[in-house]
């Protein structure tokens, strides 16, 4: 492998890292307010998608600051006689409108990308939404 191409997968892995943090946030968000999940549970939930692949060490400490501002509660609940109990996150009042707002945002997000990768000219100046 070439340099060149060393730098540009670095530059590649380091883009999808940063464009990973706050989808990350977004994606906890939406899985639990299908139902409430413990940790590996969302984990391995989101695992399911490579692009969304993660470790422990960067979703547990994304869910004690997600509950920290009260966006999502925890509970520890028996499942399975002989099994440890789990915790168990759920979004709060604040949670759910936060992740409406996100909904949002992300609609629009998509939308403007879209635009500019679409074949329609682009503009400059601010886009009508």
Do not use: C
Not at 104 to 112: K, S
């Amino acid at each position: 492998m070439s340099n060149e191409s060393e730098v540009r997968k670095l530059d590649r892995n380091e883009w999808l890292s940063q464009a990973k943090r706050g989808i990350l946030e977004f994606s906890i968000l939406l899985l639990i307010e299908k139902k409430a999940m413990y940790g590996y549970e969302l984990i391995s939930t989101l695992n399911r998608w490579e692009v969304l692949s993660t470790a422990e060490g960067t979703v547990y400490p994304l869910l004690r600051r997600l509950e920290k501002e009260n966006l999502i509660e925890s509970s520890w609940r028996e499942t399975t006689p002989g099994i440890p109990p789990r915790k168990y996150y759920a979004l709060t009042r604040g949670g759910t409108e936060m992740l409406r707002f996100m909904n949002l945002d992300w609609l629009r997000l998509v939308h403007a990308i879209a635009q500019i990768n679409s074949d329609e000219e682009v503009g400059y100046g601010k886009q009508s939404e």
